[in-house]
C-alpha cells in the first residue's frame, strides 16, 4: 500500500492550494481517504473524509466552506482543494485510508485507525 501527497507549498493569506493523494497497491475504491494535518507538538487533525461507498464527506468546522474533499476512483487519487487558507492553517498535511467508511455509526475514525500513510507534505500560509 502507498500513498503519495502533492500540491503543497506556500502561500499568502487568502490563497489557494490543491493537495492530491495517490494511491496504488490496493483497491482504491474500497477505501475511504482522510486528509489530516499536523503541526511540531500537537496532535494529529483529521480535517475532512471522503468515504468510498456514497462518497459522503465530513469536516471539522475550521475548514467547513473553504475545503473541498472529493476523490476520483479512475486515477486511484483523492484531492483536498483548500481556498481561503489562513496562518493557521499552516502544517504538516497527511493523507491517510481506512476500509469503505469515514465513521462507524457515530463513532469517528481517528488517526489511530487509518490503515495506511502518505509521508505528508507541507503547506505554509503567510500572513
Known amino acids: 500500500v502507498q500513498l503519495v501527497e502533492s500540491g503543497g507549498g506556500s502561500v499568502q493569506a487568502g490563497g489557494s492550494l490543491r493537495l492530491s493523494c495517490v494511491g496504488s497497491?490496493?483497491?482504491?475504491?474500497?477505501?475511504?481517504v482522510g486528509w489530516f494535518r499536523q503541526v511540531p507538538g500537537k496532535e494529529r487533525e483529521r480535517i475532512s473524509c471522503?468515504?468510498?461507498?456514497?462518497?459522503?464527506?465530513s469536516y471539522i468546522d475550521s475548514v467547513k466552506g473553504r475545503f473541498t474533499i472529493a476523490r476520483d476512483n479512475a486515477k486511484k487519487t483523492a484531492y483536498l482543494q483548500m481556498n481561503s487558507l489562513r496562518p493557521e492553517d499552516t502544517a504538516l498535511y497527511y493523507c491517510?485510508?481506512?476500509?469503505?467508511?469515514?465513521?462507524?455509526?457515530?463513532?469517528?475514525?481517528?488517526?489511530?485507525?487509518?490503515?495506511?500513510w502518505g509521508p505528508g507534505i507541507q503547506v505554509t500560509v503567510s500572513a
Open positions: 471522503i468515504s468510498s461507498s456514497d462518497g459522503s464527506t
Open positions: 491517510a485510508v481506512h476500509p469503505f467508511e469515514c465513521y462507524s455509526g457515530t463513532y469517528q475514525h481517528t488517526a489511530a485507525d487509518f490503515r495506511a
Open positions: 497497491g490496493f483497491t482504491f475504491t474500497q477505501y475511504a
